[in-house]
């Protein structure tokens, strides 16, 4: 007895093509989400500096909705003036997260047209890091700038659902 197999070899290899694309799309994704382009990662990884060096900005360009996550402001020693660092935080970025601390903590934090003014105490002369701890409440591109003695430096983050 034989049996009588139609094969529709046409149809079979678009089937075949179709697969292995799908495979390398998979595989596209592993890849770029070990690297950070769906999240942390050393793709991820960025720092925007002022033009005088007075702040450096350190973040992630992606960040995820309701994730914690940090930003980590550098103060030059020239940023600092009467024991302390005023800096500004303006921005999208701002009005859409939730800020969870600041380390070290502000002696004095002051609302401005877009923004806040912070002041952090510095107790010994050299590179200041400031760390604000955030979740993000909105998804989509948000962009900020730091401003310290009229030096800004502008950063962007794009936050994934």
């Known amino acids: 007895m034989e049996l009588e197999i139609r094969q529709n ?37 960025r720092t925007a500096a002022s033009e ?4 450096t900005v350190e973040y992630d360009r992606i960040a995820h909705y309701e994730a914690d996550d940090a930003v980590r402001l550098t103060f030059s020693p020239e940023a600092v003036g009467n024991g302390e660092i005023a800096f500004e935080i ?19 934090e002051i609302a401005i047209p877009g923004g806040v003014l912070l002041e952090v105490p510095v107790e010994r002369p050299g590179t200041t890091a400031v760390t604000i701890a955030f979740r993000a409440q909105a998804v989509g591109a948000l962009s900020g700038r730091v401003s310290v003695r009229g030096d800004d430096a502008s950063f962007d983050q794009f936050v994934l659902p």
């Open 52 to 55: 005088r060096g007075l702040v």
């Open 90 to 108: 303006t921005g999208d970025w701002l009005a859409e997260i939730d800020r969870q601390s600041i380390i070290p903590q502000p002696s004095d």
């Open 9 to 45: 070899e046409r149809f079979q290899r678009r089937e075949w093509r179709l697969e292995r694309v799908g495979w390398a799309l998979l595989a596209a994704f592993v890849v770029a989400g070990l690297a950070g382009g769906l999240g942390s990662g050393p793709v991820s990884w």
